[in-house]
């Protein structure tokens, strides 16, 4: 299930040209802040229309800027995790999880839903804390959650570690590789940390101000050769 885009996006006035394929597994998009990395991911999402060009997953089209096809955030299977939870305060962390299945089951149904998808992420204990008394790293598993309980096939991330911990930030981390492999996901991250990069991606997209300028194969772990990839010296 390979994500596809060649599309021209804008956002104000700035506008980004985006040529990239994300196979299943993790796909990193990195370069400087402002470059067009979380535009492009938007539009992805459907918050965003292409001024030109398609965007497409698994063979069904999301936009086609000159046939005027824009598909519904709602009906591309996504799922979002972003730099700020957006967590649901006067909701519990159940219930926050329970939203994603509004459309699909009963009261009932959603609750144990949610509780799996809790369970999955390893936050089963949170299920009727208050939501804002939560860490940042038990706020981010329970978005995870969240974003996993539509049953998606693809998953976006946008930078979601920036407000975690070391600790919180390796733990989620890896909590992403695992549940990626096991539900055969195609999940897309936007980061500025070569780090989680290293850590976490298969592919690499890289961006320049206002555009894609390379994507390269990855293999995990391999921090020299990824530095040297992006131009840096580690």
Do not use: C
Not at 170 to 195: F, P, Q, W, Y
Not at 214 to 231: C, D, F, P, Y
């Amino acid at each position: 299930m390979t994500l596809k885009i060649a599309a021209k996006i804008s956002s104000g006035l700035f506008v980004v040209d985006v040529h990239y394929e994300a196979r299943p597994g993790i796909t990193a998009l990195f370069g400087p802040s402002g470059s067009g990395k979380s535009v492009s991911l938007a539009a992805v999402a459907g918050l965003l229309r292409p001024q030109s060009g398609t965007i497409s997953f698994n063979e069904q089209q999301f936009a086609n800027a000159e046939k005027s096809l824009h598909v519904r955030t709602q009906d591309r299977k996504i799922g979002m995790v972003s730099q700020n939870a957006a967590l649901l305060s006067h909701l519990s962390p159940l219930e926050n999880v329970a939203i994603a299945l509004l459309n699909s089951h009963d009261r009932a149904q959603r609750q144990e839903r949610a509780s799996h998808w809790l369970g999955r992420v390893q936050a089963e204990h949170l299920a009727k804390l208050p939501t804002a008394s939560l860490s940042g790293g038990e706020q981010q598993r329970v978005a995870l959650a969240r974003a996993l309980a539509g049953a998606p096939q693809l998953l976006l991330l946008d930078e979601p570690f920036s407000a975690l911990d070391q600790t919180s930030r390796i733990a989620v981390r890896s909590l992403i590789i695992e549940l990626v492999a096991e539900l055969k996901l195609t999940a897309i991250i936007v980061t500025h940390d070569l780090i989680d990069v290293a850590a976490l991606a298969n592919q690499l997209v890289l961006f320049e101000p206002g555009r894609t300028v390379a994507s390269h194969e990855l293999i995990r772990g391999q921090t020299a050769e990824l530095a040297r990839l992006v131009g840096l010296t580690i």
